[in-house]
């Protein structure tokens, strides 16, 4: 088994010019090294309040001094305005800017596919907020509270019903038709239909509905057994070091949603990390993975709660045993399924993972050259950032209910999580343009960064951004060269 490795985000290898401190010497890092130091000096880098102190460079912060600067930095958006005595004020204040923005949004083209064609000449934009103010951000605690959502919502109008009605015709035919019911979730499932149709299209689940039982039966089988083989090795020598990393990485997970801090959870996600890593040795247990069992948990407990209880805060002790074991099973093969398709995120030094960071400059510096400009004036280095978006999916940077609306659509995108994920973070990225552009300090720009404020946001947003994703995508159809970076 490899040694554990592989973190959220790196950490800042280099002072900025506007850094409150100044080197005398600055050693200059070479760009083929730049990602091997930090692999060989990054700890474990999940969340602010993981340790007692965070690093910039090599001046050490404390978090209050952090979170009070985090703080500074919201307000000085509302620099024009007199500032709230404390943050619940702060919301109060910017929830009437806020529904405006909500108000001014244009409407979601479907996906051309669905539709049956695509204009090239529309262009969905993000409409910002009266200067001077600043969406809810994460760094806020109150935001949990006021804007707390459920994981899986629940939505019953007519549309919603007619919309359910197709997919459940497409799935009780004897072969599933998956082109279409790829069109069909691009632009959302229902969640009663949800865990049957990412099996489907995670193809873990064979179209032909015959086959559907016995594969069930025998993939989750299958499963349990490498437990009974493999579980019991997890305190031997030679794979401590992996199981620890584990145990230590799970509490962390989603820590604003109660159901993930139930110990019966904890040990399901226990148990299905060291399988994958048991069995995977190429890469072994990487920080991220965990994320990306989530998704795939909750919507497949959704199937098995009862429709009047909340999935975030149900008691899945109260869960039959075999219905558990479903969930637990049917999650580790999907995520196993996904990860075959990105695995070179998460091999050593994660190749596939540094590919996309630099993609990702190439491709905001053709779509928002002022934002790519001003990252680079300010010696923010897009690693720095996106490495965290590319190793967990971008679930780290929105709720919970936003990150199963996500992968709904990247499910339906060929190669959603590979390629198209790209896309989406790009337009990510440029749905804060604004917001960004306003900061003038590599500080504030950090900050922001790693806090955007999505703590509010709802399938409404999701829907821009993989319209705007889509939208890139074919922008750039005919010339992925452009991806690349131009050779010296």
Sequence with gaps: MRA????????????????????????KVEASDSFLD???????????????????????????????????????????????????????????????VHSQLPEVLPHPAVAGAHSTGAVLTYNP???????????????????????????????DMAKQDKFEELLSSSSTNLSELRKLSWSGIPPAVRAVTWRL????????????????????????????????????????????????????????VPLFQQVVVQRMFERILY????????????????????????VFLHE????????????????????????????F??????????????????????????????????????LHQHLQSHEIDYLQFSFRWFNNLLMREMPLCCTVRLWDTLHA?????SHFVLYVCAAFLKYFSHHLMAQRDFQGLMLLLQNLPTSGWSDGEISLLVAEAFRLKYMFADAPNHLQAAKK
């Design 38 to 100: 930090y692999q060989e000096s990054v700890n474990d880098a999940w969340e602010c309040g993981d340790d007692e102190f965070c690093v910039i460079s090599d001046v050490k912060i404390s978090n209050r001094i952090v979170q009070s600067a985090a703080l500074s930095v919201i307000n000085s958006h509302r620099s024009r305005q007199a500032p709230p005595d404390n943050l619940a004020e702060l919301h109060n204040h910017l929830q009437p800017s806020l529904g405006t």
């Design 275 to 298: 399988i994958w890593a048991i069995r995977h040795p190429a890469s072994g247990y990487v920080q991220g993975i965990n994320d990306l069992v989530t998704p795939f948990f909750i």
């Design 413 to 417: 995108e060929p190669d959603g999580f």
């Design 129 to 159: 907020p009266v200067e001077g103010t600043l969406p809810l951000s994460r760094l806020d605690p109150s935001a949990a509270l006021t804007h707390r959502t459920p994981v899986i919502s629940t939505s019953g109008t007519e549309r």
């Design 304 to 331: 098995v709660v009862p429709k009047e209880e909340k999935v975030d805060t149900y008691d899945v002790e109260l869960v039959a045993e075999e219905d558990r074991a479903v969930v637990e099973a049917d999650s």
């Design 4 to 27: 554990v490795y592989g973190a959220m985000h790196p950490p800042i290898t280099r002072s900025p010019r506007s850094s409150p401190r100044k080197e005398s010497a600055v050693k």
């Design 201 to 256: 299209l995670n193809g873990y689940l064979p179209a032909n509905a015959e086959r559907r039982e016995d594969t069930l039966r025998r993939k989750r089988e299958e499963y349990w057994s490498f437990v009974n083989q493999y579980y019991d090795t997890r305190h031997e020598d030679i794979y401590q070091d992996t199981f620890r990393q584990i145990h230590i990485d799970i509490p962390r997970m989603s820590p604003l």
């Design 333 to 370: 093969w999907c995520m196993s399924k996904l990860l075959d398709g990105i695995q070179d995120n998460y091999t050593f030094a994660q190749p596939g993972i540094q590919t996309k960071v630099q993609q990702l400059g190439e491709l905001v510096k053709r779509i928002d050259v002022n």
